[in-house]
């Protein structure tokens, strides 16, 4: 199932995720949003007071897990143009590598948009590398090698630290992967151009009769980077009797986009524990999902009783088992949210949990009014 194609470039087999940078409405507060429903800390900050005049950017971390959070300071502003169409959402996954320039000209004449030619940013901590090409809708993926690079996030940046809780930390530990929404019939189109660019090749697909309820179905392919590291699906909606989520998403977010990002943790149990102290709003799963479970996972080592009070969701490969939960949208629109993934032995995406998480979403979106 999984065939990892030869490198075309010792730079694209060196890519993984550095982080996500999301354009907001006010940035301000979704670093505290961040921080005390999620658990990030405060890094990083650069905005008027470091020279930048048209934007803030609050960087917040968790373990290898970092979110930059940008707002436009005047109007008019691309930053602000973005967020004016799509809302709140994630502008750029950032994609780490031993050589921007390499990758940067190995993907563009494999077919990549170019954005932004190499550039060089220097400061006392030392120099980062960074260039920019695109991907569907308005979504971005920067390019940046750290090499020896020691300060606390980039250059032009300065540390950051604010009046929130400190010990937060709710045990995200990094991105498992990145899920894209494109429109009608783009999805073989957009897998191509990961393929060519990038030299990704598809770990998996899931086909209409895969992914489908009552009312709506999508198609849905996983791409991934040479490493393996990067794992960036795409979906596209179905023919269904309803609209489907994938086409909910689409009208909120003005196009195709980031819908969702699978963050990885060590316990699902205590991370989903802690995110609901912390006021944090999750999908529930309907009663069925667990009345055959145990015969469809077999044995496990968590208990079932408190994954099933907890709506935590279970499913297995030939490799071993996951655990999985999707929180509610992260802000008004029905855009982009985050999972929360444990992978015990699994490496891949189980059908069966595909499902039970799209009948959760239908059962929301009724509820929008948008079904
Ligand atoms: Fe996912």
């Known amino acids: 199932m999984s065939t990892i194609s030869p490198p075309r470039s010792p730079a694209l087999a060196t890519l993984e995720f550095d982080h996500l940078e999301l354009w907001v409405g006010n940035a301000k507060q979704a670093a505290h949003y961040y921080c005390t429903a999620f658990g990030f800390a405060p890094l990083a900050y650069a905005g008027p007071e470091t020279g930048v005049k048209d934007a803030a950017s609050y960087v917040v971390r968790q373990n290898d897990l970092t979110l930059v959070l940008t707002s436009a300071l005047v109007p008019g502003s691309p930053i602000a143009e973005h967020v004016k169409r799509h809302g709140d959402g994630v502008r750029d996954v950032a994609l780490r590598t031993s050589d921007a320039r390499e990758a940067f000209t190995a993907s563009v004449a494999g077919g990549a948009v170019p954005l932004a030619e190499p550039a060089v940013a220097e400061d006392e901590h030392g120099v980062v590398v960074t260039a920019r090409i695109a991907t569907y809708g308005d979504t971005v993926h920067t390019f940046v090698e750290r ?48 393929a060519k660019a990038f030299g990704f090749t598809q770990l998996i697909g899931f ?37 489907s989520q994938i086409e909910e998403y689409l009208d909120f977010y003005g196009g195709p986009g980031i819908q969702h990002v699978a963050i990885a943790t060590n316990d699902i149990v205590e991370t989903v524990r802690a995110l609901r102290g912390n006021g944090v709003e999750l999908l529930e799963t309907p009663a069925s999902y667990y009345e055959k479970l145990a015969d469809r996972v077999g044995v496990i080592a968590e208990d079932l009783a408190i994954l ?41 995406f189980g059908k069966g949990n595909f499902k039970a998480l799209f009948v959760s979403i239908e059962q929301e979106q009724a509820k929008r009014g948008n079904l």
Not at 178 to 192: I, L
Not at 230 to 242: F, Q, R, T
Request: overall charge neutral.
């Open 147 to 194: 090499g020896t690079y020691r300060g606390p996030w980039l250059p032009g940046y300065r540390p950051w630290s604010a009046l929130m809780p400190t010990e937060n930390e709710v045990g995200l530990v990094r991105i498992d992967h990145c899920v894209g929404n494109v429109g009608w019939g783009e999805m073989d189109r957009w897998c191509a151009y990961y």
């Open 207 to 243: 086909d209409d009769k895969d992914i489908s309820t009552e009312f709506t179905a999508l198609r849905s392919k996983v791409m991934q980077s040479p490493s393996g590291k990067v794992k960036m699906p795409i979906n596209e909606p179905a023919e269904g009797l309803k609209r």
């Open 308 to 348: 099933r009070g907890l709506n935590i969701l279970v499913d297995r490969d030939d490799q071993g088992y996951m655990l999985q939960i999707f929180t509610k949208p992260l802000q008004d629109r029905p855009t982009m949210f985050f999972e929360i993934i444990q992978r015990r032995g699994s490496l891949s």
